[in-house]
């Protein structure tokens, strides 16, 4: 993708933020306003925009300090969602360049959402992102719905995942994600509400991301991150604060490739009796036996079959 390699006025760096016509590219001294030279594009791709936060860059400074984009490295990986709204069916790239994409879901306001956590790990799998899981608000635990959280937390510990209990109000859980994000680039990915400006406000308290509130009536937040931004962490590593999610519309996936993302899946498919079984309506599946006899989560396979037919239909209406 380069046509040019780094020169005597040219830099590399990464694009930490965009605000839509201009992207601040961090260098190793600096922070660089930076724009896109007119015709340049990635060739022929179907996005929203051709950089996006987290890209690798090359740079031409210019003779007033902003940088003109002269080339995007290819990218290691991305995390992205079906665009919704009117682009629908293209492509919306949150950011690229990612080592961990975290999940964070909370107890209340809003309640967990086990089939958003589905999704994304699908996503992520399908481009080897590693994935963790945060229920956060763990302070507003009571006894009525305790189970349900000591539950889901079984349920991605089990499938390997690792999954914090954390607090953005009491601190708790807060050590483990520092020594997590540490050296790492990470994304933080989740619904609007759950917490993800707030607990990032804890482990970097100079980043002073503003926190939304979250409606009573509705149980949900508001937007108040409207796009990705990449922090530098003073301990090492970026971490980027992304808009709240309402949905995640997978894109990229065929159908008959879903099953390979659910982990506890692939010892039993592949004794199905035919080959390319989708462990739905087929006979003889032993995917559906062993969600039966318990060996998979029921809701996991709920979660799965959801999925399966929002592909098949192209993910007209997108899942929650
Ligand atoms: N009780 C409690 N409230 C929290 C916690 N974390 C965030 N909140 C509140 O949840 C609301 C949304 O937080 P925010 O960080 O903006 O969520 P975001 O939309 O995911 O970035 C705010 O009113 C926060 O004060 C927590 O751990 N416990
Ligand atoms: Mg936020
Ligand atoms: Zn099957």
């Given at each position: 993708?380069?046509?040019?390699?780094?020169?005597?006025?040219?830099?590399?760096?990464v694009?930490i933020?965009?605000?839509?016509?201009?992207?601040?590219?961090?260098?190793?001294?600096?922070?660089?306003?930076?724009r896109?030279?007119?015709?340049?594009?990635?060739?022929?791709?179907?996005?929203?925009?051709?950089?996006?936060?987290?890209?690798?860059?090359?740079i031409?400074?210019?003779?007033?300090?902003?940088?003109?984009?002269?080339?995007?490295?290819?990218?290691?990986?991305?995390?992205?969602?079906?665009?919704?709204?009117?682009?629908?069916g293209?492509?919306?790239?949150i950011?690229?360049?990612?080592?961990?994409?975290?999940?964070v879901?909370?107890?209340?306001?809003?309640?967990?959402?086990?089939?958003?956590?589905?999704?994304?790990?699908?996503?992520?799998?399908?481009?080897?992102?590693?994935?963790?899981?945060?229920?956060?608000?763990?302070?507003?635990?009571?006894?009525?719905?305790?189970d349900?959280?000591?539950?889901?937390?079984e349920v991605?510990?089990a499938?390997?995942?690792?999954?914090?209990s954390?607090?953005?109000?009491?601190?708790?859980?807060?050590?483990?994600?520092?020594?997590?994000?540490?050296d790492?680039?990470?994304?933080?990915?989740?619904?609007?509400?759950?917490?993800?400006?707030?607990?990032?406000?804890?482990?970097?308290?100079?980043?002073?991301?503003v926190?939304?509130?979250v409606?009573?009536?509705?149980?949900?937040?508001?937007?108040?991150?409207?796009s990705?931004?990449?922090?530098?962490?003073?301990?090492?590593?970026f971490?980027?604060?992304?808009?709240?999610?309402?949905?995640?519309?997978?894109?990229d996936?065929?159908?008959?490739?879903?099953s390979?993302?659910?982990?506890?899946?692939?010892?039993?498919?592949?004794?199905?009796?035919?080959?390319?079984?989708?462990?739905?309506?087929?006979?003889?599946?032993?995917?559906?036996?062993?969600v039966?006899?318990?060996?998979?989560?029921?809701?996991?396979?709920?979660?799965?079959?959801?999925?399966?037919?929002?592909?098949?239909?192209?993910?007209?209406?997108?899942?929650?």
């Amino acid at each position: 993708m380069s046509d040019s390699t780094p020169g005597g006025n040219e830099e590399s760096g990464v694009v930490i933020r965009s605000t839509g016509s201009w992207y601040d590219v961090k260098t190793a001294d600096d922070i660089i306003s930076s724009r896109i030279r007119g015709k340049f594009r990635l060739g022929g791709s179907d996005q929203t925009s051709p950089v996006v936060v987290g890209d690798r860059v090359d740079i031409r400074l210019e003779p007033d300090g902003t940088g003109l984009i002269v080339s995007i490295h290819d990218r290691l990986n991305r995390i992205v969602r079906r665009a919704a709204g009117r682009k629908v069916g293209r492509e919306h790239i949150i950011m690229a360049n990612v080592d961990v994409a975290w999940i964070v879901q909370s107890v209340l306001y809003p309640k967990i959402n086990p089939g958003f956590i589905d999704r994304v790990i699908v996503m992520a799998s399908l481009y080897d992102i590693d994935v963790g899981i945060i229920i956060n608000k763990n302070d507003l635990i009571e006894d009525e719905f305790e189970d349900a959280i000591v539950y889901w937390t079984e349920v991605y510990r089990a499938l390997g995942y690792s999954v914090l209990s954390t607090s953005a109000l009491t601190g708790e859980g807060l050590g483990v994600l520092t020594s997590a994000l540490k050296d790492k680039t990470s994304a933080i990915l989740g619904p609007s509400g759950v917490g993800k400006s707030s607990l990032l406000n804890v482990i970097e308290p100079d980043l002073n991301l503003v926190v939304g509130d979250v409606s009573m009536r509705t149980g949900k937040g508001t937007h108040t991150t409207t796009s990705s931004t990449l922090y530098p962490l003073s301990s090492g590593g970026f971490v980027a604060d992304t808009p709240g999610l309402r949905e995640f519309g997978l894109i990229d996936l065929e159908p008959d490739m879903l099953s390979h993302y659910f982990v506890e899946f692939d010892r039993f498919a592949e004794y199905c009796h035919y080959p390319n079984c989708t462990h739905d309506h087929e006979p003889e599946c032993r995917v559906k036996e062993a969600v039966e006899s318990h060996a998979i989560y029921p809701e996991r396979y709920e979660s799965y079959l959801n999925m399966l037919y929002s592909l098949r239909q192209g993910e007209k209406d997108v899942g929650r």
